[in-house]
C-alpha cells in the first residue's frame, strides 16, 4: 500500500479532520499568474477558428451519437486551425465574468486586476494551473519543435526549435499505445504546483488531478463531434519529460500526453539508409560520451516573491513519478471499475437521453457556474436529468490504462429536490437500465446544505445534486499510486461533462470540492464498500432575468 493510499483517506476526511498546515492563509497579494511567462520566447499567433462549421455538442457528449454524425462533419485529422480552435474553446480565455452571483470574489470582478475570465473548461478554485505544450514533430505546419500555448494572446510561444517527437515517442515507452506511436504531434500537460497550491496548500494534488479531467475531457467532447479520437497517456518516462521541458518535477509534474492525429502525409517513415563506406576502411568508432539530450532554456518568470514547499505535495509526487513508466497490464483497471447499481427498492424509469442540436463551441462558451441563482420554481425535467446523467455516465479518460474505453469507474448518485415527477430522495442510476433506484427517501435540502463548507450555493433551489463516486483506493490497488490521477482525473471529466450537458440544455450547473465526503458516505451507505464521493454537481434553472454586464459589446 503505497502514499497514495493516505493521501486519499485524508482527502476523504478533510471535513472532519484538516489536511496540514491547518492554520494555511493565502498570500493573496502574491499569487502567482494564471498561466506561466517565457520573456523572450518568439510568439505566434493561431487562428481563432471562428470560421470552422461547429459540430453538436451532442455528438462529443453522448458516443451513441457519434456514428449520426454528418460524414461531412468529420475530421480525417487535426489541422492548424482544428487544433487552435479546440484550444481557444478549452483553455483559451472567451469572456469576463461579471454577472451578480453569490461567490465571495464578486467584489473584485469590475476590478480589471481581479478580473475572472471564462474558459470553456472547468478550473479547480478557477486556478488553471495546466500548462500545454505543442510538440510539433514534421508533419505539423510550424517549424518543428516545443511551443507553450499562451492562453492570454490565444498564441504560442516557441520554447525550443527542432523535432523532439522521437524524445517523447520514447519517454512514452515501446508499449504505449499503437496511436501515440505512429504521429509526430503530441499535447504535453504539465501542472504547475504552486499555481494551484498557494490557495490550497495540500488539498492541491486532489485539486489539480481534477483538473488534468477537465481539460482532457473538454478535448474528448470538442474531438468527439468532429469524429475524432483524443486519448491521454498517462504512464511514460515522466522525469525525462520533465528534463525535456525544463521544469524541475516538484515544481511542475508531466501529468499526461495527448498524441495527436495528424491530417496528411504520414511523417513516421525512416529515412533510408546511407550507404556507408567498406567495411574494411571503416574509421573505428570514438569512444562513447554522454548521450546529448536536447531541452528547452526558457524559464518560466515567477511572479510570487514567496514560494512555499508543502510537502504532502511533494510526496503525492514522487508517489506517482516512483514507477511513472510501468504501464498497468491489460485488463488490470477490471477490479476497479464502478460497481452495478444496487438491486431493489422503488425504481423511477428516466426517458431516453437526447441533446437539442446545439454546436459544440455554444455549449463550451456558454459553461458557467450558477453561484447561488438556482430557482426552484422551476423543475428539472425528466428528459433533462437523464440527458445529464447519461453523458456522465459514459465519460472516461480512455488512454493506455484503458484503450478501449470498456472500463466505467465512476457511479452516479441522485439527490433530487424538484425534479417533475420523481419524488424528493436520494437515488443511484443505473445507466444500463434508465433508471433511477431509490437510495434514502425523503427531502434531502437540508442535508445538502449542512454538509457544505462555503455559501455561495443554494443547493436546496437546484432541481437535482449530482455526486459521482469512484473507487479511488481499489484503482490504486489495480495500477499503483500514480492511479490517483487517472481516478480523481475521471470525477474531473464527470464535472466537465456536467457542465457542458447543463450548457447545452441551458440549465444551471456547478461543482464543488467543499463537502464532508463522509457524511456523503454514511447517507448513501457506503461505508461498507470503497466508494469515494469526490464532488457535488447541483443542476437545475436559475432566477429568471439575473443581473450581468455584456462585457463584449460595452
Known amino acids: 500500500m503505497g502514499y497514495a493510499h493516505e493521501y486519499a483517506n485524508a482527502v476523504m476526511h478533510r471535513g472532519r479532520i484538516p489536511m496540514e498546515p491547518a492554520d494555511f492563509v493565502p498570500d493573496w497579494a502574491d499569487g502567482p499568474r494564471k498561466g506561466k511567462f517565457y520573456p523572450g520566447a518568439e510568439t505566434y499567433p493561431l487562428p481563432d477558428g471562428d470560421d470552422l462549421a461547429d459540430a453538436p455538442a451532442a455528438h462529443g457528449l453522448l458516443p451513441a451519437a457519434r456514428g449520426e454524425a454528418d460524414p461531412g462533419e468529420r475530421a480525417a485529422g487535426f489541422t492548424l486551425p482544428l487544433l487552435s480552435a479546440m484550444l481557444k474553446d478549452s483553455y483559451g480565455l472567451t469572456g469576463r465574468r461579471l454577472g451578480v452571483q453569490a461567490n465571495s470574489d464578486l467584489s473584485g470582478l469590475p476590478f480589471y486586476t481581479h478580473a475572472n475570465w471564462s474558459r470553456g473548461t472547468a478550473g479547480g478554485g478557477g486556478l488553471y494551473p495546466v500548462s500545454v505544450y505543442w510538440v510539433s514533430g514534421p508533419s505539423g505546419p510550424l517549424t518543428p519543435g516545443i511551443h507553450y500555448y499562451d492562453v492570454h494572446r490565444h498564441a504560442v510561444q516557441r520554447l525550443l526549435a527542432g523535432d523532439v517527437s522521437g524524445q517523447v515517442r520514447e519517454a512514452l515507452g515501446a508499449d504505449a499505445p499503437a496511436e501515440a506511436l505512429a504521429t509526430d504531434q503530441y499535447l504535453v500537460l504539465g501542472v504547475k504546483y504552486w499555481q494551484n497550491a498557494f490557495k490550497y496548500n495540500s488539498f492541491s494534488y486532489h485539486v489539480v488531478s481534477t483538473d ?110 516512483a514507477r511513472a513508466a510501468d504501464r498497468p497490464a491489460p485488463g488490470a483497471l477490471a477490479a476497479a471499475a464502478a460497481l452495478p447499481a444496487p438491486a431493489g427498492g422503488t425504481r423511477a424509469a428516466l426517458p431516453a437521453p437526447a441533446f437539442p442540436e446545439i454546436p459544440v463551441r455554444r455549449a463550451l462558451r456558454g459553461r458557467r457556474s450558477s453561484f447561488g441563482r438556482f430557482d426552484a420554481a422551476r423543475p428539472v425535467t425528466p428528459a433533462q436529468l437523464s440527458a445529464v446523467l447519461a453523458a456522465c455516465a459514459a465519460t472516461s479518460l480512455g ?13 452516479l448518485y441522485a439527490f433530487v429536490n424538484h425534479v417533475e415527477g420523481i419524488e424528493p430522495g436520494a437515488y443511484a442510476y443505473d445507466p444500463d437500465a434508465g433508471e433511477l433506484r431509490l437510495v434514502v427517501p425523503g427531502p434531502q435540502g437540508a442535508f445538502l446544505q449542512e454538509n457544505y463548507f462555503l455559501a455561495n450555493y443554494n443547493l436546496e433551489q437546484a432541481g437535482v445534486v449530482l455526486v459521482p463516486t469512484v473507487r479511488t483506493t481499489a484503482v490504486l490497488d489495480a495500477v499503483g499510486d500514480r492511479g490517483y490521477r487517472l481516478a480523481v482525473g475521471t470525477a474531473g471529466a464527470v464535472a466537465q461533462t456536467f457542465y457542458v450537458a447543463a450548457a447545452a440544455l441551458e440549465l444551471g450547473a456547478g461543482v464543488a470540492l467543499g463537502f464532508d465526503n463522509i457524511s456523503f458516505v454514511e447517507k448513501l451507505g457506503l461505508g461498507d464498500g470503497d466508494e469515494a464521493p469526490l464532488l457535488i454537481m447541483p443542476l437545475g434553472h436559475e432566477r429568471p432575468r439575473p443581473a450581468d454586464f455584456r462585457h463584449e459589446i460595452a
Do not use: C, K
Open 212 to 321: 488534468l479531467g477537465t481539460v482532457v475531457q473538454t478535448w474528448r467532447i470538442w474531438a468527439g463531434a468532429r469524429g475524432l479520437r483524443t486519448a491521454p497517456v498517462l504512464w511514460f518516462d515522466e522525469p525525462r519529460l520533465n528534463g525535456l521541458l525544463g521544469v524541475a518535477g516538484e515544481e511542475e509534474g508531466v501529468f499526461a500526453v495527448v498524441p495527436l492525429r495528424w491530417d496528411g502525409p504520414a511523417s513516421r517513415t525512416p529515412p533510408p539508409a546511407v550507404p556507408g563506406p567498406d567495411p574494411a576502411h571503416r574509421p573505428a568508432a570514438p569512444e562513447p560520451g554522454p548521450a546529448y539530450r536536447p531541452a528547452v532554456r526558457y524559464r518560466d518568470v515567477e511572479r510570487s516573491r514567496t514560494v512555499l514547499e508543502f510537502p504532502t505535495v511533494l510526496a503525492m509526487h514522487a508517489a506517482t513519478v
Open 399 to 411: 488512454g493506455d490504462a484503458d484503450p478501449a474505453d470498456a472500463v466505467p469507474l465512476a457511479t
